[in-house]
């Protein structure tokens, strides 16, 4: 009987395959990628970034790992689309209000155009970007979009009319400084996160943002009136290197393309909640006063936007987008998602 001189080479090599692809399995360990954001930890867009690295995490069972970097420890605010783009980071969270010449389709939404809240605004948002594409996200992949709440005055002193605010230094920043120049103001330019030493030192007298500021940043302590203008919000894109994409395999890519409008809506809704536990919270511990503006005075303020947007048509439309569609869709979509 001639004896199998392949049987043992043809054994070794199988045990040696069994043997590397199991080595392979448990050293390979999970995907890893970076998220970068740039507000304090506590904030909404760091809670959604937790919640969304979590959800990643739980639904592809271990095999992505998210780390994340909040408060700009990665990438600063104006750094975060070209830093991810770079390759610094796998994943970063803008807003696009700080660069208000670079997305002028998503910009748009920072207008006075009646978005009630942050629900609405961060569907409305996605929507929006669905359907226009916009040239500036080309080089990156898109995961999600979501806005602030309407932005309203915190001030030292009550302003009740248009002739409160003349003149009043309040802290702004993208196109809510545009919105207090309007209404006779003086806007102040400087990071969050300086603003309550600004406030204690009289440099600036309140400011105009997201009302969930009064409990996050402690606003109340120094702000005991909240003026309710209803107006800009800031939308935000969570971006990711269009590389990275591509390397993940289909699996992981289709559970975060499904993630994408159900982490809008969670976050617009959990912003919405914030600031109304936010307002309550500084109702009950500061005593702070709501001003509520009569009809015609309300009027007044808007009537004085209306430039700001007439000068975003033209603007828009000299570099070729399609401006007035974008308006008439947003508000075909504000009413869409307000029902």
Not at 119 to 134: E, Q
Not at 201 to 210: A, C, F, T
Request: aromatic residues 8%; charged residues 20%.
């Amino acid at each position: 009987m001639k004896k199998c001189f392949t049987c043992p080479i043809v054994l070794a090599i199988v045990i040696l395959s069994l043997v590397s692809g199991m080595s392979g399995y448990s050293h390979a360990g999970p995907i890893e990628l970076t998220y970068a954001n740039f507000p304090p930890a506590p904030t909404f867009p760091c809670v959604q970034m937790e919640r969304w690295k979590t959800e990643v995490e739980k639904r592809t069972q271990g095999k992505v790992a998210v780390k994340t970097f909040p408060a700009g420890t990665l990438l600063g605010d104006k750094e975060m689309m070209d830093g991810v783009i770079s390759g610094q980071a796998s994943i970063g969270n803008l807003c696009m209000a700080y660069q208000p010449g670079r997305f002028m389709v998503t910009n748009s939404l920072s207008l006075n155009l009646g978005i009630p809240d942050a629900r609405v605004g961060s569907l409305v948002l996605w929507d929006l970007y669905k359907k226009y594409n916009p040239e500036e996200f080309a080089k990156v992949k898109v995961l999600t979009m979501f806005t602030t709440a309407p932005a309203n005055i915190m001030s030292q002193k009550p302003i009740r009319n248009l002739a409160d605010i003349q003149g009043v230094d309040l802290r702004a920043s993208g196109g809510a400084a545009e919105v207090l120049k309007a209404w006779g103001a003086n806007p102040v330019g400087m990071p969050m996160p300086a603003t309550p030493e600004a406030l204690q030192k009289g440099v600036v007298k309140g400011l105009i943002s997201s009302l969930e500021a009064m409990k996050d940043f402690k606003f109340a302590e120094l702000c005991r009136y909240i003026t309710m203008v209803d107006t800009s919000i800031y939308p935000f894109a969570v971006v990711m290197n269009m590389d990275v994409w591509k390397s993940l395999p289909a699996d992981v890519q289709k559970i975060m393309d499904d993630l994408a409008v159900e982490q809008a809506e969670w976050t617009g809704n959990y912003m919405d909640n914030h600031v109304r536990e936010s307002v309550e919270w500084s109702k009950k511990t500061y005593q702070v006063e709501v001003i509520s503006l009569p009809e015609a005075e309300k009027a007044q303020w808007d009537s004085r936007l209306q430039p700001i947007t007439d000068k975003w048509v033209a603007d828009a439309t000299a570099k070729g987008i399609p401006a007035q569609a974008i308006l008439a869709d947003i508000r075909s979509f504000v009413k869409k998602y307000s029902k």
